[in-house]
């Protein structure tokens, strides 16, 4: 999920890069090479993601707004949400999810697109690995379409660790997220203070009771309260608004 940055909100990977983005400006380079040299008073962020909103949601509330905004830079991911609930298709998903990609690039500046993460150690999602990699292959092929970076995260093998993942085992840890946003500065060529893919540290091994405890646990706590809400067609981002709608000040 992230920590709670100095406003209470969560911090996520988006977050974080905007940090990375706003301190490679300030020392004078920016992102695209060729895009003048910006201070870092006059970076400007938004952020419009809400957790567990479908590609069509998105697409309606917030690729007006991003256009709208005009941004060099949009990270675009979405689609997971989607692939993941029984009966979606995922050649479906891609078609409507490039639509997207097509308005974007024909209205801001460069657009990173974000594959699905590769979910072989996920319990719930385990299933859905070769649904999940079909679309990762889509995203992939529409950004060489439309010359879009890609945040490959299927790739990404240190969040194939326990520890990048949150207690819910759905969304990303703290230092989950720390590691997306270095791989997304990366892919943007910047200058990254650690390598996103570098080892954890050693932990000690687990025994069968422990782990299967935590399973249980994790069922009790967060996978049925999860089903649930799949079944009566809720999500856990109802009601919840966009945290950074208007490109403000990176520290306001």
Same mark, same amino acid.
């Given at each position: 999920?992230?920590?709670?940055?100095?406003?209470?909100?969560?911090?996520?990977?988006?977050?974080?890069?905007? @940090?990375?983005?706003?301190?490679?400006?300030?020392?004078? &380079?920016?992102?695209?090479?060729?895009?003048?040299?910006?201070?870092?008073?006059?970076?400007?962020?938004?952020?419009?993601?809400?957790?567990?909103?479908?590609?069509?949601?998105?697409?309606?509330?917030?690729?007006?707004?991003?256009?709208?905004?005009?941004?060099?830079?949009?990270?675009?991911?979405?689609?997971?949400?989607?692939?993941?609930?029984?009966?979606?298709?995922?050649?479906?998903? &891609?078609?409507?999810?490039?639509?997207?990609?097509?308005?974007?690039?024909?209205?801001?500046?460069?657009?990173?697109?974000?594959?699905?993460?590769?979910?072989?150690? @996920?319990?719930?999602?385990?299933?859905?690995?070769?649904?999940?990699?079909?679309?990762?292959?889509?995203?992939?092929?529409?950004?060489?379409?439309?010359?879009?970076?890609?945040?490959?995260?299927?790739?990404?093998?240190? @969040?194939?660790?326990?520890?990048?993942?949150?207690?819910?085992?759905?969304?990303?840890?703290?230092?989950?997220?720390?590691?997306? &946003?270095?791989? &997304?500065?990366?892919?943007?060529?910047?200058?990254?203070?650690?390598?996103?893919?570098?080892?954890?540290?050693?932990?000690?091994?687990?025994?069968?009771?422990?782990?299967?405890?935590?399973?249980?646990?994790?069922?009790?706590?967060?996978?049925?309260?999860?089903?649930?809400?799949?079944?009566?067609?809720?999500?856990?981002?109802?009601?919840?608004?966009?945290?950074?709608?208007?490109?403000?000040?990176?520290?306001?």
């Amino acid at each position: 999920m992230g920590d709670p940055g100095p406003d209470g909100r969560y911090v996520g990977w988006a977050d974080r890069l905007a @940090v990375l983005l706003a301190d490679r400006l300030a020392d004078g &380079a920016a992102f695209s090479g060729d895009a003048p040299d910006t201070v870092h008073g006059d970076f400007r962020y938004a952020n419009l993601a809400v957790r567990g909103r479908l590609l069509d949601q998105i697409v309606d509330e917030q690729l007006p707004r991003a256009k709208e905004l005009a941004p060099d830079l949009v990270t675009f991911c979405a689609g997971g949400n989607d692939i993941i609930r029984p009966g979606t298709d995922p050649d479906d998903v &891609a078609e409507r999810f490039e639509r997207a990609v097509a308005d974007l690039t024909g209205a801001v500046g460069t657009v990173m697109v974000t594959t699905g993460f590769d979910t072989r150690g @996920v319990p719930v999602l385990r299933h859905l690995r070769g649904k999940i990699a079909t679309y990762t292959a889509h995203v992939r092929a529409i950004a060489d379409r439309y010359d879009c970076p890609v945040l490959d995260l299927w790739s990404l093998k240190s @969040v194939q660790d326990r520890r990048a993942w949150d207690d819910d085992r759905l969304h990303l840890s703290p230092e989950g997220h720390t590691r997306v &946003a270095l791989r &997304a500065a990366q892919v943007l060529g910047l200058d990254i203070p650690a390598d996103p893919d570098q080892a954890w540290p050693p932990q000690p091994p687990r025994g069968a009771f422990e782990v299967r405890r935590d399973d249980i646990n994790w069922a009790r706590e967060y996978l049925v309260p999860w089903i649930g809400r799949r079944l009566r067609g809720e999500s856990s981002g109802d009601h919840v608004e966009a945290k950074r709608p208007d490109l403000l000040p990176l520290r306001q």
